[in-house]
């Protein structure tokens, strides 16, 4: 495990490179007072379905303001989001080896009703943490990247944009998808993906995922 912090910016079920970095650094710093930025994991995630890749969105309340800081942005509950996302998750995954392991963990919380999305990721990360089995060590910014220095700033790093600056020693390890034979192995999906097709295994395949040379 690095000494080195990282900081991430928060995220819904986060990705495999996600949590890859998670277990490899003592402190995480989560930022809480960047501005919300749009088509990014923190308010979305990608599962694997029947027809292929699947995105999750929460919705969000846009306010009058452009840019509203990340730790003030509220959820939005014009569609029933949460119901919908757990039947796209029970159709996904109810024949994957461990969906019946884990699900009774994870449904609560598509019950409770959140009002910011940071406190629903936090709420989220905790139960991932819990089901890995590693510590939640997450501290949240106290500022704009009011954190120690030499901590390695990893906010924009991980992210579905193509222009995105990657994460270069992330390598993902493969492990067997439910459609696996359908699509071949699809990498760095939301970590609910990995729960659910490897269970107990699904450190080993985070730690393996990071190359630290």
């Not at 000494?3 to 402190?27: C, G, K, M, W």
């Not at 919300?36 to 846009?62: D, S, W």
């Not at 990247?145 to 995105?164: D, G, L, Y």
Request: glycine share 2%.
């Amino acid at each position: 495990m690095a000494d080195t912090p990282i900081l991430l910016s928060t995220a819904y079920f986060a990705p495999v490179n996600y949590y890859a970095r998670v277990i490899h650094h003592e402190q995480v710093f989560i930022e809480q007072f960047e501005h919300f930025n749009k088509q990014t994991y923190r308010n979305r995630c990608v599962i694997l379905g029947a027809n292929g890749p699947v995105p999750l969105v929460v919705p969000v309340v846009k306010g009058r303001e452009k840019k509203i800081l990340l730790k003030n942005l509220k959820i939005a509950y014009d569609e029933d989001w949460q119901r919908n996302h757990w039947r796209t998750l029970f159709s996904a995954y109810n024949s994957s080896p461990f969906f019946e392991f884990y699900k009774d963990e994870i449904y609560p919380l598509f019950e409770k009703r959140w009002n910011y999305l940071l406190d629903l990721n936090l709420e989220t990360h905790a139960v991932i943490c819990d089901l890995l089995e590693t510590d939640n060590s997450v501290e949240l910014t106290t500022g704009f990247e009011h954190v120690p220095k030499n901590t390695i700033n990893f906010r924009e790093n991980i992210s579905p944009k193509n222009k995105a600056k990657k994460d270069v020693a992330f390598q993902p390890e493969k492990y067997t998808q439910v459609f696996s034979e359908r699509f071949g192995f699809t990498p760095n999906l939301s970590i609910l993906d990995l729960l659910f097709n490897e269970g107990s295994n699904s450190y080993n395949v985070l730690k393996s995922s990071i190359n630290a040379h």
